[in-house]
């Protein structure tokens, strides 16, 4: 029987494919793919790791109390019957030579299967020994956990991916999960993956970016989705209409297919404008620029035509690595990698943004406080953690003496804040200038992203060189809605009159001041928005670079003189939403 899904669509498109399931119950759990030649030697691990535990648990029985309670004996024997369980293993070595999952992974797979056939019997005696399964998956877990890696959702470097897609070409897999954070995602975004869907999430989340930037259809918020799919269920993802269906008939299987295909021959169409130039017709010249995560982006970056990078989440060299932040030389080579990449072109280095739902593993306590959007992230952080910050900062400056370096500060809202940033940045340079380092001059912007910095920009204009319009953050903090709860997802309105009118003040103040300004949140690389930001005088666009093209196409196929004074009227009203449709 189909069954049919609602979330949020956050990636365009139609993704197919087989349903591999990542429950919250064993979220922390690493999920990597293997090589082909470590599947024996990852079956070995799981036999290893059962042989000790049983080891383990007839110790325990031989030399256990008389006085002990005959349940705890009877418990050690159900432990030791399931650990001895035949089908177990032959569903773990399943996982691992088909699917090439690890030994983590296998088991936290098959414990779902097995799971279900528990919760399906009868006899509520024997449906509570799934708590006892549970038990041993965890220990069994454990034991191998302890001969991994501390960055075991990583991929081994070699290939396993590469070898899941070429034996696993006519299978298309898809991800299911509870929740991904932004460092998962970009552990998944080379693998196998024709689309994911999660239970919770937002369209601007974190996550629901970097899952854009993979350029695969994706549903976000579509509550109950793990525990509903099972594994290897036919699943198709409705990016545009945010649903997910669940073993489809063959008839709407194949509906879907033909929009897979039609989408490609969309694509194909829109390469052509690959180097016409961004300008309106009535001569307006327009700036695209992109948003990059890691360094080697800048390859899409170029590939899509972009003149510079306005936006590098440097965040994600901090992701995923518990408490090791990168050192300076680390930082210092992913910089001047981005900026070869670039060829010449400007490279806008966000300086570290965490917080909300950007958390750094553990290593920012206030993550666990009832309001995180609202505590100490981004420049917050940043102040608060003096030595981490001047790192960053002459990490990003000595890469300034090889290019066009601009650097972004984000979610500032205070002067103070805006001082204490600048002699922060002078002191980087005094620390570079006693070890006789070179480095060289950047520009500074700041990232309008609250409405107190919106509504003060002309006095950020006194500071700095150029503003960013962070519309995901500016929109979460003006209608004081989570942007990744999916509960409130129906108020998050960039059309909200409030918002617009923030925007529209800040690129005013920046045009009186003669400073550039950007928008480099996700309403510039919307197409339905892109007639609007030009209307409202707005020259500079950043976006994933897969939306580079179709907002190219947008833009030179409007008068932007003609757009001003529309514009205005959708400032004007009472319900925007109504003008833009018209």
Known sequence: MTISIHGIGVGRGVGIGRAVVIASSRADVGHYFIDAEQVEAEIARVYEARDALVQEIQLLLATMNKDMPGEVAALLEVHMLLLQDDELYSGVRYWIADRLYNAGWALSTQFERLARQFEEMDDPYLRERKADLEQVIERLIKRIQGEESPLAMQAPASSGSECLDA?????????????????????????????????????????????????????????????????????????????????????????????????????????????????????????????????????????????????????????????????????????????????????????????????????????????????????????????????????????????????????????????????????????????????????????????????????????????????????????????????????????????????????????????PVSVCGEMAGDTSFTRLLLGLGLRSFSMHPAQILAVKQEIVRADAGKLKDWAQQVLASRDPASLMRS
Request: charged residues 20%; negative net charge.
């Open 167 to 515: 034996d696993a070409a006519d299978v298309p897999l898809v991800l299911v999960a509870h929740d991904l954070t932004p460092s998962d995602m970009l552990q998944f975004r080379q693998s196998v993956f024709k689309g994911f869907v999660t239970d919770v999430g937002g369209k601007t989340s974190h996550t629901a970016i970097v899952a854009r930037s993979m350029g695969i259809p994706a549903v976000v918020g579509a509550r109950g989705a793990s525990r509903l799919v099972q594994q290897d269920d036919w699943i198709v993802i409705d990016g545009d209409a945010g649903v997910m269906l669940v073993n489809p008939s063959p008839i709407v299987l194949d509906e879907y297919r033909f929009r897979q295909r039609q989408d490609e021959l969309d694509k194909t169409r829109l390469l052509r404008m690959l180097n016409t130039p961004s300008v309106t017709l009535d001569g307006q010249k327009v700036e695209l620029l992109a948003n990059i995560e890691l360094p080697q982006d800048t390859q899409a970056a170029l590939a899509a035509g972009a003149v510079g990078v306005g936006l590098f989440r440097s965040e994600f060299l901090f992701m995923g690595r518990k408490q090791h932040h990168p050192d300076e030389e680390e930082q210092y080579r992913a910089y001047c990698q981005a900026l070869e990449g670039m060829q010449g072109l400007p490279l806008t280095i966000r300086t570290i943004d965490v917080g909300a739902d950007k958390p750094l593993d553990d290593s920012v306590p206030d993550l666990a406080h009832l309001n995180p959007a609202l505590g100490l992230r981004a420049i917050r952080w940043s102040l608060a953690e003096p030595a981490m910050f001047l790192t960053q900062l002459r990490a990003i400056l000595r890469a300034a003496a090889l290019g066009r370096v601009h650097v972004l500060i984000p979610m500032l809202a205070h002067e103070s804040e805006i001082r204490q940033t600048l002699q922060m940045l002078d002191m980087a340079r005094q620390q570079l200038d006693e070890k006789g380092m070179v480095y060289g001059e950047v520009l500074l912007g700041a990232m309008i992203e609250v409405p107190a910095a919106a509504l003060t920009a002309r006095m950020f204009l006194e500071h700095f060189d150029f503003l960013s319009i962070g519309t995901n953050d500016l929109i979460q903090y003006t209608l004081a809605i989570d942007r990744a709860d999916e509960s409130v997802a129906h108020l998050y309105d960039p059309l909200h009159p409030a918002v617009l009118q923030l925007l529209a003040m800040t690129i005013q103040a920046a045009i009186d001041a003669g400073k």
